[in-house]
């Protein structure tokens, strides 16, 4: 939970940093990053019970695993479809780097999914953030700028591009909806 309450700056020095580590590690902490800012966003929508939010959501808890809370957020209209779509799949992703130890972007099956992440292909993301340093300015975060989006032919850039997405959806407050693509 620690990131969440982190400035966007913090968040994309982590991003920076999953840059240089393999895919396995970019895989499982880019989604265990957006699951916790799921979590976070899931809990504000609650009451405040900690007794209780704690309780379903920790280890075994109901709420625990990432596949109840995409489904929840869902339910709830934090997602469309097709962002709840794109959040399983990062899930599985996921899951394939923390079981199988051999796998990598370019493992067919996980380069399939990734390529079929679609969220920022219909939604441009740039948001106007307010300044942490200084409350009377804001400043815009920009999450698919034209460096990015150039790379996205690539399944580990757009599978952390989608993660960024994701993270930027959850870290506004109050948490936003992702739209349904017009076409």
């Known amino acids: 939970m620690w990131i969440h309450q982190s400035s966007p700056g913090t968040i994309s020095a982590a991003f920076e940093e999953m840059q240089g580590s393999s895919d396995r590690a970019a895989g499982?902490?880019?989604?265990?990053?957006?699951?916790?800012?799921?979590?976070?966003?899931?809990?504000?929508r609650f009451h405040h019970d900690e007794p209780m939010i704690r309780e379903l959501f920790k280890g075994t808890g109901p709420l625990a695993p990432f596949s109840t809370k995409i489904k929840l957020a869902f339910l709830l209209g934090l997602l469309s479809a097709r962002a709840?779509?794109?959040?399983?799949?990062?899930?599985?992703?996921r899951n394939d780097f923390a079981h199988k130890l051999d796998?990598?972007?370019?493992?067919?099956?996980?380069?399939?999914?990734?390529?079929?992440?679609?969220?920022?292909?219909?939604?441009?993301?740039?948001?106007?953030?307010?300044?942490?340093?200084?409350?009377?300015?804001?400043?815009?975060?920009i999450l698919i700028d034209e460096e990015?989006?150039?790379?996205?032919?690539?399944?580990?850039?757009?599978?952390?591009?989608?993660?960024?997405?994701?993270?930027?959806?959850?870290?506004?407050?109050?948490?936003?909806?992702?739209?349904?693509?017009?076409?």
């Open 28 to 44: 499982i902490v880019a989604s265990a990053i957006v699951e916790d800012h799921l979590t976070t966003a899931l809990k504000s």
């Open 84 to 93: 709840c779509k794109d959040l399983q799949t990062i899930r599985r992703i």
């Open 103 to 141: 796998k990598t972007f370019e493992t067919q099956n996980i380069k399939d999914m990734a390529m079929n992440l679609t969220v920022h292909d219909w939604y441009n993301v740039t948001f106007s953030m307010p300044n942490i340093d200084n409350n009377e300015k804001e400043q815009e975060l």
């Open 148 to 183: 990015t989006k150039a790379t996205l032919d690539k399944p580990r850039q757009r599978y952390l591009a989608t993660c960024r997405c994701f993270l930027a959806f959850f870290t506004v407050e109050p948490p936003i909806v992702p739209p349904t693509p017009r076409f």
